[in-house]
């Protein structure tokens, strides 16, 4: 069984920084891509930041300058650092595993893809 564990979320003023993680552990095979996406009320999950295994890191259009996504591939470790942080930042931040793990069955291996629980960052102005 694989757990995501996130850690950093937080209440900040505006132009201030936090920084989260988010760790997997368990049965992991290979890692396709990490990464964070959030949620605000009313409002759609999108992509934050991930990174790919070969390294080519994607930013969501709002955060892009600002935020830095950045990874411990050896402990299949996670972390985003956000700067500069605004009030249309505040949202539920999720950590999102793209990953190789034993099959169920018939197969050996089986892409999974798994979601942390959340993490609240707020952003006041």
């Given at each position: 069984?694989?757990?995501?564990?996130?850690s950093?979320?937080?209440?900040?003023?505006?132009?201030?920084?936090?920084?989260?993680?988010?760790?997997?552990?368990?049965?992991?095979?290979?890692?396709?891509?990490?990464?964070?996406?959030?949620?605000?009320?009313?409002?759609?999950?999108?992509?934050?930041?991930?990174?790919?295994?070969?390294?080519?890191?994607?930013?969501?259009?709002?955060?892009?300058?600002?935020?830095?996504?950045?990874?411990?591939?050896t402990?299949?470790?996670?972390?985003?650092?956000?700067?500069?942080?605004?009030?249309?930042?505040?949202?539920?931040?999720?950590?999102?595993?793209?990953?190789?793990?034993p099959?169920?069955?018939?197969?050996a291996?089986?892409?999974?893809?798994?979601?942390?629980?959340?993490?609240?960052?707020?952003?006041?102005?």
């Amino acid at each position: 069984q694989v757990q995501l564990e996130e850690s950093g979320g937080g209440l900040v003023q505006a132009g201030g920084s936090l920084r989260l993680s988010c760790a997997a552990s368990g049965s992991i095979f290979s890692v396709n891509a990490m990464g964070w996406y959030r949620q605000a009320p009313g409002h759609e999950r999108e992509l934050v930041a991930d990174i790919v295994s070969g390294g080519r890191i994607k930013y969501g259009d709002s955060v892009q300058g600002r935020f830095t996504i950045s990874r411990d591939a050896t402990k299949n470790t996670v972390f985003l650092q956000m700067n500069s942080l605004k009030p249309e930042d505040t949202a539920v931040y999720y950590c999102n595993l793209d990953y190789v793990g034993p099959g169920d069955g018939t197969q050996a291996y089986s892409r999974r893809e798994l979601w942390g629980q959340g993490t609240q960052v707020t952003v006041s102005s």
